[in-house]
Nanobody, 125 residues
Framework: QVQVVESGGGLVQAGGSLRLSCAAS????????MAWIRQAPGKERELIAA???????HYANSMKGRFTISRDNAKNTVYLQMNNLRAEDTAIYYC???????????????????RGQGTQVTVSS
């Protein structure tokens, strides 16, 4: 798997926006599907969004319309633009990877490998 470093988290008021970044290294980034997964206190990890090696995207239903995942293969980076943040979005956000060079890519969080430290997002109401 690739090594990842997440950044961009912080404290934001409800209704605000944040852009998370995930810098990847160690493997051919363009061969990997990438995902953002979050874990709130006392809750299980949940997949927020995934993007295939070719740029196809998948979102958890509750995130559609508010979050956007994108990738820049030239920069080995994946992004998560988060708009209209809510208090329930407070969590640690992890970047995850899965080797998937073709058109198929996983859409379940458990199918990804999340090895980074994560970045804390706190939304105040």
């Amino acid at each position: 798997q690739v090594q990842v470093v997440e950044s961009g988290g912080g404290l934001v008021q409800a209704g605000g926006s944040l852009r998370l970044s995930c810098a990847a290294s160690g493997r051919t980034f363009s061969n990997y599907a990438m995902a953002w997964i979050r874990q709130a206190p006392g809750k299980e990890r949940e997949l927020i969004a995934a993007i295939s090696s070719g740029g196809m995207t998948h979102y958890a239903n509750s995130m559609k319309g508010r979050f956007t995942i994108s990738r820049d293969n030239a920069k080995n980076t994946v992004y998560l633009q988060m708009n209209n943040l809510r208090a329930e979005d407070t969590a640690i956000y992890y970047c995850a990877s899965r080797y998937a060079p073709g058109t198929w890519y996983p859409t379940q969080g458990r199918e990804y490998d999340a090895r980074g430290q994560g970045t804390q997002v706190t939304v105040s109401s």
